[in-house]
């Protein structure tokens, strides 16, 4: 029977290594990107459709979903998996993020943040503990600790008093984790390093998790606007303080040539909205660069969107027809050129955790980058 949790290591290269996740609704190859799900949906696609791109695991909201629909009326429901009809692993992050985000709409104390809806105005507490009860309910297979999340430019004794606020935070999550002993015995709780760009602040924080114990681990409070030169010199240090034997999670990152960046800097996982949201307003992503479809020079052009892309996208359809949709407000637009967004990203894990396997890891990354911005 597969275990709950485990994590292999198949190959290295340099410090670039891909492996597996085995989990009990299945395998997770990585380096793995995860399509966003926020409200049950990877928005204009249809779960089966993420499923034939190649996906082996999905993101999910714990913030909007404790919103609409409600993690009771989930549960109620059979639980976030039978709900979208997602029968493979689901992520859900902790709702720290938008700690940050909506920060207009918040208050912060020790105990957790009080929030607002963004929808109706009414008012909701989410401390750790009802972090990891929400993410029970819902079902996730991989829960995320209940974080804070500063912005990079903050000074550092804000920065350092918000990364001290999260591993106390972290540690009840573990314990609120443990204590839902079902859910523990199938699910893996993964914990966030914070620290933004301080070397030193990403260390303690590092060691705080490792005392704690955690499954995986992820890097939070990146991509949230430094830009990828401080994102990149951050990752130099970062994935190193975390345990090598652990999957290590960069949330919310990101365009293409950041996740080559930072596979080869020893990440495993990612996450981002870019792909889908990116589809919905008619950019494609392609191994020469991202393309505007938008603009008039597609609007004869019959070519694919990318003669190297395997998506049902790229067979049919010809970039003139997808300008004419994207011009024409057409909800077919959103649909084919997020689902080529979404493939392209699954072909380019796999090629990332083919050319580590073969040990051209180096080879690819700059024939890669030689190639994106080509567009």
Partial sequence: ????????????????????????????????FMPVGTAATVKAMKPETVRQTGADIILGNTYHLML?????????????HDFMNWHRPILTDSGGYQVMSLSDLRKLTEE???????????????????????????????VMAFDECPRADQPRDV??????????????????FDSGEEHAER???????????????????????????????????????EGQEA????????????????????MGVGKPDDLVGAVERGVDMFDCVLPSRSGRNGQAFTWNGAINLRNAR??????????????????????????????????????????????????????MRDAIADGRFAAFATDFRRDYCRE
């Fill in 187 to 225: 699910a893996a709780l993964f914990g966030i390093q914070q620290g933004a760009l301080d070397e030193d602040l990403r260390r303690q924080s590092a060691q705080a998790l490792t005392e704690i114990g955690f499954d995986g681990y992820a890097i939070g409070g990146l991509a949230v606007g």
């Fill in 68 to 80: 609409r629909p409600g993690a009771e009326r989930v549960a109620r429901l059979g639980g976030l």
């Fill in 231 to 250: 994102m990149f010199a951050t990752l130099d240090f970062a994935p190193g303080q975390l345990p090598a034997d652990r999957p290590r999670y960069l």
């Fill in 1 to 32: 029977m597969t275990s709950r949790f485990s994590f292999t290591i198949d190959a290295t290269d340099g410090v670039a290594r891909t492996g597996r996740i085995s989990m009990l609704r299945g395998d997770i190859r990585t380096p793995a």
């Fill in 159 to 176: 920065i350092a008093r918000s990364m001290e606020l999260s591993m106390r935070w972290a540690k009840r999550s573990r314990d609120g």
């Fill in 298 to 351: 597609h609007a004869e052009d019959s070519d694919p969107l990318d003669p190297r892309c395997t998506c049902p996208t790229c067979g049919i359809y010809s970039r003139a027809y997808l300008h004419h949709l994207v011009k024409s407000g057409e909800i077919l637009a959103a649909m084919l050129v997020t689902e080529h967004n979404i493939s392209f990203y699954q072909q380019l894990m796999q090629a």
């Fill in 112 to 142: 957790g943040v009080e929030f607002r809806s963004h929808i109706d105005g009414s008012k909701h507490m989410l401390t750790p503990e009802r972090s990891m009860e929400i993410q029970r309910l819902l079902g996730s297979d991989i």
